[in-house]
């Protein structure tokens, strides 16, 4: 009456589904944390050629304000010039940087993955079901 094998069957593979998820879960995780990194070296690599390409442009524009006026002068318009940009970014930090970074991040974080996707439709998902029997 009593027959112990089939709870036995059914609770392994309770614990076998369960640990299948978690391992989802972990790969689901690595990859979103990839992605992440991998936003974040972009970001800095971006940030780190605008730097080369702006001190380039502003050693180019010393010279050629120093072809007019002392050098002195040329490089404290440069340095006014530079001074302008960074109160611009520290002004603007949120709408450059924070916001961006955060609607990014969110993406990767809340995009629906393959297991999360929106339902299908009864007859595909009966036709998708796998019918499992334990005897």
């Not at 690595?30 to 992440?36: D, G, Q, V």
Request: hydrophobic fraction near 55%.
């Amino acid at each position: 009456m009593f027959d112990s094998s089939k709870y036995q069957k059914t609770w392994a593979d309770i614990k076998q589904y369960a640990l299948t998820q978690f391992d989802l879960l972990k790969v689901g995780f690595l990859e979103k944390a990839a992605k992440i990194a991998g936003l974040i070296v972009f970001a800095l690599a971006l940030v780190l050629l605008l730097f080369a390409i702006v001190s380039f442009g502003c050693l180019a524009l010393m010279y050629a304000i120093s072809q007019t006026l002392p050098l002195w002068a040329s490089a404290l318009i440069v340095v006014a010039l530079w001074l302008l940009i960074m109160i611009g970014v520290i002004i603007f930090r949120k709408q450059l940087f924070i916001n961006p970074m955060l609607v990014a991040i969110c993406g990767i974080l809340f995009a629906p993955t393959e297991n999360n996707q929106q339902p299908k439709a009864n007859g595909q998902q009966l036709a998708e079901r796998e019918e499992v029997h334990h005897e």
